[in-house]
């Protein structure tokens, strides 16, 4: 049988197309938003020296030149993240970096830091303010840190954390989970014109649509890595 050759690390995208995001979050008006982020995301990953892993689900959508592209397998997002660790552990990489399409502040030194931590760390953790996590890096057995995670609650970060005995830390990030994350993204000190320019217009909105354009009509998840759920639909 022929075994993967070693690879040193990669970092996994967990992504889908910025209409798809839109319309999970409940968020139609905000494509040009997400696609923003994807695109940085893509850009860091591909600017930190990591081979670049992109896990998506099913469709015509393709991905990047520069990245090799994995299907998400599963029917629930835990289920998903540990068969993409698998599917990557699979290819031959020792350091698996996972991170979201939904966190603009991502850059090239987040995700080298994040590598740099797992040369003496087991795993490694970028938090969320709001008790989620935006990044999750393994070198080594994955199933344990991943085991009973109550994924889209507060309680994603505490839990990883306590699964990973001597996990490194970095510094918090947010991702764009839903309009309430925009008004905090507004604050965020390091603020590009771009992103400022696609946050103030969507704030700049009178009213968001009714949650009735719903995940789980238009057979997207909800986001993967948010600690709270989408909002749920109208009665």
């Known amino acids: 049988m022929n075994r993967p050759r070693p690879r040193a690390r990669c970092v996994l995208v967990f992504t889908r197309t910025a209409f798809r995001e839109a319309r999970a979050k409940r968020m139609p008006g905000a494509r040009a938003l997400f696609a923003c982020a994807r695109s940085r995301v893509l850009n860091a990953a591909k600017a930190s020296g990591a081979d670049v892993v992109v896990a998506m689900p099913a469709g015509p959508a393709p991905a990047p030149p520069h990245a090799t592209r994995l299907p998400q397998r599963g029917g629930t997002f835990a289920q998903r993240l540990a068969s993409a660790f698998a599917d990557a552990r699979g290819l031959g990489y020792e350091q698996i970096v996972v991170v979201p399409g939904d966190v603009p502040g991502l850059q090239a030194r987040h995700l080298r830091a994040a590598f740099a931590r797992l040369r003496a760390a087991p795993a ?112």
Do not use: C, K, M, Q
């Open 124 to 235: 490694v953790l970028g938090p969320s303010p709001d008790g989620g996590v935006y990044l999750l890096g393994v070198r080594g057995d994955f199933a344990p840190i991943l085991a009973g995670v109550p994924w889209r609650t507060p309680r994603v970060f505490a839990a990883l954390l306590a699964n990973a005995s001597g996990a490194a830390v970095l510094p918090a990030l947010a991702g764009v989970d839903g309009p309430p994350d925009l008004r905090g993204l507004r604050g965020a000190p390091d603020l590009d014109a771009e992103l400022a320019f696609l946050v103030a217009a969507l704030l700049a909105r009178a009213a968001w649509p009714a949650p009735a354009v719903a995940a789980a009509a238009s057979g997207s998840h909800p986001t993967p890595f948010a600690s709270r759920p989408p909002p749920r639909r109208a009665a």
